[in-house]
């Protein structure tokens, strides 16, 4: 008898690791989750206002990644936006900083916990975490990412299409648009606990769209 009930759990033991194994176990790792003390870093906020402004390289990814912590990535479609974090700027106050620093061709008003600075080649997207308190997510995305992976509704909540067909081509609204109603296209960084698999991956969450406003903990 109790060698029967030994093999049993065994077996229900093997059943369990095996499924453990499979390709139905979710793909995001708790232990990857952003958390406040990723962000924290040593410079006071005035120090770091003062390396913005010193800095000799102008490059908007180069003068961001110097000065803030990095805290995750999101593979696309052939490239891969970065995403910093801080916890001594609000959004708005870091968009006016950027902005002085280094002037952007166009500037969002600040929409939905979120405001966008459009730089030659660049777009950095500023957002308010949805889960640390007093936190800003810093996504910088290439042009050519938001151009094959961003949800055109995302960003006409923040610009016009006229200037986004101008920087991405004619009809570049209307074309995403169709292609993203069939299936979910990146609405911006979040870290939400959740997967898609619309073309764009990471490992701590995904804002998607596929119709009109942001979704990515509203």
């Given at each position: 008898m109790k060698k029967t009930m030994v093999i049993s759990v065994l077996m229900l033991l093997t059943i369990i690791?095996?499924?453990?194994?499979?390709d139905n176990v979710s793909i995001f790792d708790e232990s990857s989750a952003v958390v406040q003390e990723d962000l924290e870093v040593a410079e006071s906020k005035d120090d770091i206002i003062n390396k913005l402004k010193s800095a000799d390289n102008r490059d908007v990814e180069t003068l961001i990644s110097n000065n803030f912590p990095f805290v995750d990535s999101v593979v696309g479609e052939d490239t891969t936006a970065n995403v910093y974090g801080t916890l001594q700027f609000e959004v708005e106050e870091l968009a006016g900083i950027l902005a002085d620093?280094?002037?952007?061709?166009?500037?969002?008003?600040?929409?939905d916990?979120?405001?966008?600075?459009?730089?030659?080649g660049f777009f950095v997207v500023l957002k308010d975490s949805e889960d640390i308190d007093n936190a800003t997510f810093i996504e910088v995305a290439s042009e050519q990412f938001v151009r094959n992976n961003y949800s055109p509704n995302f960003l006409t909540t923040y610009f016009a299409i006229r200037m986004l067909?101008?920087?991405?081509g004619n009809n570049w609204v209307s074309s995403r648009r169709n292609h993203c109603s069939k299936?979910?296209?990146?609405?911006?960084?979040?870290?939400?606990?959740?997967y898609n698999k619309g073309g764009v991956t990471k490992n701590r969450g995904l804002g998607t769209f596929r119709g009109g406003g942001p979704s990515s903990g509203k």
């Open positions: 690791l095996a499924g453990c194994g499979s620093v280094k002037q952007p061709d166009e500037i969002s008003d600040y929409k916990g979120q405001q966008i600075l459009v730089y030659p067909d101008g920087i991405f299936s979910d296209c990146y609405g911006g960084y979040s870290t939400s606990r959740s």
